[in-house]
C-alpha cells in the first residue's frame, strides 16, 4: 500500500510541479519506491521537471485505453531507479472517474509513494486528483492571493475526509521577511490553521527545466518531514538578520 498524496494550490504558479518533482526526487534518494503521476491534462510538464520528456514512449491515456500495460507506460528515472514517472499528454481531452480510479489502485500497489500533480484551482482536475488520494500537500507562496485561495483549497479538500492535509510554503524571502514587506512563515502557518511540512525558498539555481540541484537539502528536510513525521523547517530568515538588526536601529 502506498501513501497517495495530491499536491495541489489554489494559485497557478506556485510550485506544484516543482514540489511534485523534487519531493519525489528526495524520496526516492531515501531508497523508496515513487511514482509522481501528472493529472495535469492541459498544462502538464512534470516531465520536463525530472528531465524525462525524451523518454515518454506511453502515457496514461494509453494505459486507459488498454493500448498498453502500465509498467510500459512508467519512465523510470535516469539516476534513481526507485523513481517513475507516469505522465500525461495535453490533447486528449479528459479521463473517466473509472479510469483514473484503475490507475491509482495500480500505481498503489506497485510503489511506496504516489504523488499527484494537479492542476491549481478546486474545479475538475482538483476533483480527479483529489478523489483517490488519502493525504495532501497544499504548496502555497507568502503572497495574500494565494493565501486566500489555498484556504479556498483546504475548505475544498474536506468533503474527501482525508487523513493529512499538510502545507508547503514556497518563495520565502527572508530578506524581504526582515524588512517587513513579506509576512513571516509562521504568520503563513497561522493564518491557515495549517499542518507545515516546510518552508522552500526563493532559488535562483532552480534551473530552466524546474530541478534543484542535488546539493541543496531543502527537499530532504521536506521528504523527511514527510517520511519520518519530523518536523524540521530550513532557516531562511537568520542569514538577514543585520537587516533585522539595521531595522530595529
Ligand atoms: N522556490 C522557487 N524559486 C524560484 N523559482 C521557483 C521556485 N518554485 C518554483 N519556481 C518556478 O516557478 C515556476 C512555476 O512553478 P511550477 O510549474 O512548479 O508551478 P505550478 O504550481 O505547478 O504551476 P501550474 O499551476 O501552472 O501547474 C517554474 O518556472 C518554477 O521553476
Ligand atoms: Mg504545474
Redesign the pocket.
Known sequence: MARKIVVT?GK????????TANLGIALAKMALRVVIVDF?FT?N?LDIAVEAENNIVFDMFDVAENKCRIKQALVQNKTLPSLFLLPSVAGKGNMSECAVKTIVTKLDEMFDYVLI?C??GIEEGFERSAKFCDEAII?CTPHLASLRDADKVAAALIKYCLNDVKVVI??MRGDLVAEGKMLDAFEVFSLLNANPLGI?????T?NCT?YVEPNDNTFDILANNLHNGATDMIDYLSKHKSLLKRKAR
Open positions: 494550490s497557478g504558479g506556485v510550485g506544484k510541479t516543482t514540489v495535469d498544462l510538464n500533480d492542476p491549481a504548496v514556497n518563495r522552500i525558498e526563493e532559488d535562483d532552480i524546474g
